[in-house]
């Protein structure tokens, strides 16, 4: 089996693997069928069909490629969906698997027709098409169900499939059953051989206990992994296996072995490199890994050195793009505004050598978030501009609180403001009244149609997960620029989506997103309500939240925590009722539970909800809770009703002076200082 290919496959593991949290699921079948293909290695290698070009072109290149495999035998249709699976179109790879599955039935080739069903379903997993994924991995399965008897082909088949199912079965919850499956997939791959194959399920097996809180039986099986690579004499195959441990570490939080192995990766993979100028891609996939793993560990320069690189001795647009704007959110993340102007040019360039796939969508949300950060500075936050649109009498906001109380609000504002070019949505409004007002109408716009781009291209797609990405980071916008209406209606199709592909790490952004324009509408109920299913989305995730790098997944201090602050507040307004405080204190009690999972990077607590009265009925509980504008007091007492009081002070101060009473806790300060800031 050829080295190179190996490294293809491996980069495209590493690939779907880093994506998890966009919706890409790991399954080592990807890397197998892979392992023939005969194209140059990379992270994701777009087909040569696709040449660099406007987008319209790509698309219409997709189709008359299609048209031409439309009649090919069910082998080149099968290698054919491979191609556009690794390019990120599913729905077209899903497609040409159902005709390559028709084509071995017709032919009574079982083993054919089993590995086609098997790709097809991870199609559809990818897709959030659960049922369809469900049935179709079950009937890939049953076409091999005497194992014993199967030829070492139908092995290899037979594991694949299992990975599948096993991912199938965790992303509906089913973990153990899942664990079960993996364990099953392991033994084939061994059964015939295949190693890489093996490394992927025992990694999908320590995912499997790390959910289920065996923390120890997952360290453990990494480690086994690792003894097991060190002693491989392929040193193509340990290089890959490193990078794919090396991963797999950093999603678990494991950063120090993360960082080792990565580099231990990239050391052997310079050497290869140097023998064979093949191995040259392989570097920009270790070194954008690690410069995850780095900026995981704060360590700022040594990332963005790692991003630097990996832009670098990237051999495909996409892999150039990726690194660079993980290098740009890094920038963005620390303020650093010059250097993160500069790659500006640079990424919007390379964004247009991307040809369409869930990738490129991605990448396209991604640049528009950090231009609004970036931005940020200009617009004001969300108070200031709100108090603007209200002087202004909301004639500027449209959808705002005068312009769009009923359905036809953001039509009338198409009307009356114009539409992003090629799109049906609004041209962003600006508050700003400076002489700046242009060039952040500008930066607005831009952003707008490159979000607009996006949506389009995932329609195209039929990508349902990137479509509700993309529109909820296009409602995002409109939130900013006090268009309320549109703002709403943009977020609750994108909830709608995600709700129906159960995409919940997608769902509980957009539900947060909801709350707060309602709020801003004044809809406090109902603001309450979408706050409310946001935190329910956060406590089902429970278990991805703490045991996932937080880079990766969710910033716990920026996504969670905020949504049970402002929840509180909601809830704490204009004279509380008694079912509002007991809300709000059980919020508060919720939060303390999630940010000690959040410390220990563990969710083995397995709390058993019991109110303190009950415990002692004499005791007094008092639950404070830091609000932006404000101290709030909750406070319980036996056989009474709960009362609250606050004090009107903003966020930054309160901090401060908690901090400074700590450091008079310390031995060396006298009694009355102590006394004097505790007051």
Known sequence: MATKNYDFFSQLYLLLHRSRSQGFWLSTAVLTFLLVTTVSPGVAQHPSTFPAATRESLVLSTQNYLKDTEHSDASTLLESGKTLFAAGKLTEAARIWQQAAVSYSEQKNLLGQARSLNYLSLAYLNLGEWEPAQRTITQSLNLLQTPENLPEKGTSILAEGLNTQGNIQLALGQTATALDTWQQAAIAYESVGDITGKLGTQINQARALQSLGNYRRSQKLLEQALAQLQSQPDVAIQATGLRMLGVALQAVGDLSQSKELLEQ???????????????????????????????????????????????????????????????????????????????????????????????????????????????????????????????????????????????????????????????????????????????????????????????????????RQAEAYALGQLGHLYELTTQWQEAKELTEQALVIAQKIKAADIVAPWQWQLGRILKEQDQINQAVAAYSSAVATLQSLRQELVTSNPDLQFSFTESVEPVYRELVALLLQSNPSQANLKQARELIEALQLAELENFFRQACLQPLPQMIDEVDVKAAVVYPMILPDRLAVIVSRPGKPLFHYETKLPQAEIENAIDQLRLYLSPHFFDEDRLRESQ
Do not use: C, H
């Open 265 to 463: 990766s990239l050391a052997i993979t310079r050497q290869l490199e140097g023998k064979n100028p093949i191995f040259g891609s392989d570097m920009g996939a270790t070194l954008l890994s690690l410069g995850n793993t780095l900026t995981a560990l704060q360590e700022i320069d040594a990332a963005l050195k790692r991003y630097q690189q990996a832009a670098t001795v990237a051999t495909n647009p996409l892999t150039r793009t990726e690194a660079l704007l993980n290098q740009l959110n890094l920038l963005v993340k620390n303020q650093q505004w010059i250097e993160a102007q500069t790659l500006l040019p640079q990424i919007q360039s390379n964004l247009l050598n991307l040809s369409p796939s869930r990738a490129s969508v991605y990448a396209q949300v991604n640049f528009a978030a950090n231009l609004m950060k970036m931005s940020m500075g200009e617009w004001g936050d969300a108070e200031t501009r709100r108090r603007g649109e209200k002087r202004a009498g909301g004639a500027e906001g449209a959808g705002g609180a005068g312009g769009a109380g009923g359905a036809g609000g953001a039509e009338e504002t198409m009307k009356t403001k114009g539409t992003i070019p090629n799109s049906q949505f609004p041209i962003p409004n600006s508050q700003i009244t400076n002489n700046k007002q242009q060039t952040t109408n500008n930066k607005q716009q831009f952003i707008a149609q490159l979000l607009a781009k996006a949506i389009k291209e995932a329609r195209t797609l039929q990508d």
